[in-house]
DNA sequence: CGGGTGCTTGACTAGCATCAAATGTAGTGG
DNA sequence: CCACTACATTTGATGCTAGTCAAGCACCCG
């Protein structure tokens, strides 16, 4: 809603400063190993990030030391806008990936709509509430594999990256029943796994996978 | 994050112009009775509503006509600012309620800074998924209870005004099992419950109630 | 070869949903 | 005043789903 006076109202911030006509150098972004920490909870924040390749997960610990997985972000989603000016949360890669940060201390200026950021994050979270409160193991993986696909247009085989472990700590689920659920979902015939590690999944019949998330 | 940037970067959006210095006239307040609709899904979003008495609710179907509540808005809280401009979500009224509009084409200029709102409110949407994703049902209603204690900070005992059903909707929890849990709080000392529906909590052990929900 | 890691499968259990019924309160009409 | 209905809440009995514990498999690497 207001959507036209979010856009005029675009928030400016300044990004790095190497000079470039546009404010945003090739060489600024930040090249990321599997597993590499971001940032962490604590911290002072200082930037928000741009995914360009590959995908980061977002995640909060639990007194209990728990992990829960709030976001995985992928290709041109943004990360790291907070209310306050300290991390609640941790961002670590997931693969080899590759960040573009933007900081609010230098020359050059970017202009960057923070507002619809931080809308389209709460819409994502919004989202998935409905996704984990409502819907039985099954679906869920189900909508998490929607999920990917929807981030992979073009193919319908494509690899998905994070563990089993992952999907658990995302979904709110077990490591086991993860894994259950996947064999059904292959004895279903809706989808194939392979790779060493069954990340590369096919989709067999979107039709019947979407059906399941509803 | 970027605090002291958001705050500057304000976005003014047009308010109603009753000519009053402030351009918020006092009459401009909305009155609703118990259960009355403020918006429905698919309307065009005209404007976001700050609680000024009462409390809201605000909550999606779906396709299987199930109700999921998003959140409950309560004196103070702003609500109805979405990514489009039509609702993807229904605006109801709990109790007699009192809400104040800001519509987006009309005179008088009024200041809101909704990046801090929308950002608020992805902070309290984070907050309840960790909630519902790790927690058991006492937990989460427990949790739920220390939420409506956080808005009456001077009382110890206050009205929670909505139905054992509403908080079903809102925990992810059938009414059964919001009633049982309610009656373990009861057994263990934490709480009592009055009134005719016993929607009156008086918390007895709110450190035991914290501790809970931890 | 042995050990480590990640995924899968099986057996069992705990916790919540489901179905059903009882209680309490308010309102209506005879 | 009482009988009756309507509604919200509570309680009980039962079943199913996902968690827990345990084991096995596939792959990789030293």
Redesign the interface.
Known sequence: ??????IV?Q???RGPGYGSPAGMAKDQSIQLKADETIYSEGEH????YQVEAGAVRIY?L??SG?R?I?SFCGKGEWF??????V??DFAEAICDTSIRPFR?NRDAIVPID???I??????K??H???V???QSALKRVAAFVNEMADRHPDDCEFDIMMSRSDIADYL?LTVETVARCFTKLRRKRILCLDGKLQRLVRILDRDALIAMT?
């Open positions: 809603m207001l959507q036209n006076q979010t109202n928030t400016t911030i924040a200082l930037a928000i909060r639990t007194a728990q829960y709030l790291g806008l907070e209310t306050g000016n991390r609640t609010a923070l507002l619809n931080a809308l389209t994050n709460l819409a979270a919004q998935k509430q409905l984990i409160t409502e709110g509803i």
